[in-house]
């Protein structure tokens, strides 16, 4: 199976701050990649598919980037509202795996 | 708007078999470029695929639970399940169903069903 690894594992940010999230997987999985935001409590939420489309409905501050085994997931002006914990996973082929999570919080 | 409701015991006894179900409230259960799947997160930990099907029958499964379980389909009631054979505390996690869209994302997720396995 690909595994996905995640870093940092856990971030401190302030307001407005660019916060990036970097996800690497184990072999070549070209954009086969989506992002999801999971608050305490709640199901996960879809951010970003195909490595770079943002998912309807999610602010454009949120944007995704990368291909082959390195990609990015990029928060550009850190708001209150998106504490949480980010996770990607890859879609190039069954079975799906998901990287570890970064929580990312307020400085 | 799609709505997707899981249900199931929220508790299990070791060795026993979980069973669970979703229900797909929408138009969008028979179309081919959705799937259906299961994910579980235990208590503070992260996410795991545990299998998908189609409307159609085909099946995927995460291979470390393959043995153990089984999925099902039923078309006239928009639904599909899951049972998850021989239980132990590893497994007690939330599990969510959700739609995976023309194999890119998980895009519409349940609100999730806590299950506890014990005696």
């Known amino acids: 199976a690909i595994q996905l690894t995640q870093s940092p594992s856990s971030l401190s940010a302030s307001v407005g701050d660019r916060v990036t999230i970097t996800c690497r997987t184990s072999q070549d999985i070209a954009s086969a990649l989506s992002w999801y935001q999971q608050k305490p409590g709640r199901p996960p939420k879809l951010l970003i598919y195909d490595a770079a489309r943002l998912e309807v409905g999610v602010p454009s501050r949120f944007s995704g980037g990368g291909s082959g085994r390195d990609f990015t997931l990029t928060i550009s002006g850190l708001q209150p509202e998106d504490c949480a914990t980010y996770y990607c996973q890859h879609f190039y082929g069954y079975p799906w795996t998901f990287g570890q999570g970064t929580a990312v919080e307020l400085k | 708007q799609l709505h997707l409701q899981e249900s199931g015991p929220g508790l299990v006894k070791p060795s026993e078999t979980l069973s669970l179900s979703c229900t797909v409230s929408?138009?969008?259960?028979?179309?081919?470029?959705?799937?259906w799947g299961w994910i579980r997160q235990p208590p503070g930990k992260g996410l795991e695929w545990i299998a998908t099907i189609s409307h159609t029958g085909s099946k995927y499964y995460n291979p470390s639970l393959r043995r153990r379980l089984e999925l099902f389909v039923d078309t006239s009631k928009s639904q599909f399940s899951l049972k998850l054979y021989s239980m132990t505390a590893a497994d007690t996690a939330v599990y969510y169903c959700a739609r995976e869209n023309s194999e890119t994302s998980f895009d519409v997720w349940g609100l999730g069903t806590l299950v506890t396995v014990s005696s």
């Open positions: 929408g138009d969008s259960f028979n179309k081919t470029t959705y799937y």
